[in-house]
């Protein structure tokens, strides 16, 4: 499976997204600059984290302006599969390829942490290889990750199962103690509901090495290279 | 021609930042302040632009690109024909 990891002017965990896809994952991984045209034929486009245009404005607002951008939508429209981490989690927000935005943490400082989340669902092209309920160790680093949807959203991403990890316990418990940043519903990660675009704050590249302290993260890495 | 164009989180929406401007404020003493919401000013220069074109672009770019309105909402005015 050919990856593309998009490069923005401010992204800075292109790198680990990259050495994870290639070393680790081991499949073949190319870079897309964020003005360039053509996604080169990847089989899936991740959106890295980092600080797009310096977060000016807003979280990924400026982003999703991006010539490439445009073409990442298209590609989605089709059934091209996307993900998008942390600050790719905004971008994909803001160009509305997933439902919702993102509010200030509600303790208004930047986290900078390992969290547990919770699986939530195991059907997904990018959890398949995960059961249900699994509970994964995985970092998170954002100032913007309060995730907040009206009602009515928030009523059809749940009956469409489309939240696919919240913040929890180490025991998968939900508190509004594990739910560090304040989302809604405690919402970590967030699939569109096609199934091929997912979002998620915390970090799985950062945790697919045991050298890094845990290697949770991987599965979602596995569950998107193999046949779903 | 210069516009005023005021961003700021929707009523229903929770505005922490607000929040702690007033907290802030009333430790102060200003115990009078109800409650404080934060939001963004952008003044923009349209050359050459008459009020029938101020009143097509400036919700147009709100929209698009100033506020999101997921969770923002916008207000606007002229300061300077």
């Known amino acids: ?228 | 021609m210069k516009v005023r164009i005021l961003v700021s989180f929707k009523d229903s929406v929770l505005d922490p930042q607000g929040q702690t401007v007033k907290n802030a404020l009333h430790t102060l003493g200003y115990r009078a302040i109800k409650d404080v919401r934060q939001g963004k000013v952008f003044e923009i220069d349209l050359a050459g632009a008459t009020k029938a074109d101020a009143e097509k672009i400036i919700p147009e770019i709100s929209d698009k690109v100033l506020a999101n309105p997921i969770i923002e909402k916008f207000t606007w005015q002229i300061i300077e024909a």
């Open chain 1, 1 to 228: 499976m050919k990856f593309g990891v998009v490069i923005f002017p401010g992204s800075n965990c292109d790198f680990d997204t990259f050495h994870v896809l290639k070393n680790v994952i081991r499949q073949p991984t190319i870079w897309l600059w964020h003005k360039d045209h053509g996604l080169q034929g990847v089989d899936c486009v991740v959106l890295p984290g980092g600080f797009a245009y310096g977060d000016y404005l807003r979280s990924g607002a400026i982003a999703r302006f991006s010539p490439l951008m445009q073409e990442v939508g298209e590609f989605a429209d089709k059934g091209g599969v996307v993900l998008g981490i942390c600050n790719g989690f905004q971008v994909l927000l803001e160009l509305g390829l997933l439902p919702g935005a993102m509010l200030r943490n509600k303790n208004l400082k930047f986290l900078c942490q390992f969290v547990t989340i919770r699986l939530e669902n195991e059907r997904t092209r990018f959890t398949h290889k995960g059961k249900k309920g699994q509970v994964l160790r995985v970092p998170i680093a954002h100032f913007d990750g309060n995730y907040f949807a009206p009602p009515e959203t928030l009523k059809e991403i749940e009956e469409n199962s489309q939240v696919v990890f919240r913040y929890s316990g180490a025991n998968g418990s939900l508190t509004e103690e594990a739910n560090v940043n304040g989302s809604l519903h405690s919402i970590a990660g967030l699939m569109n509901k096609r199934g091929n675009v997912m979002g998620l704050m915390p970090h799985p590249e950062r945790a697919s090495e045991r050298l890094l302290g845990s290697e949770d993260g991987r599965v979602i890495f596995e569950s998107i290279i193999s046949k779903f």
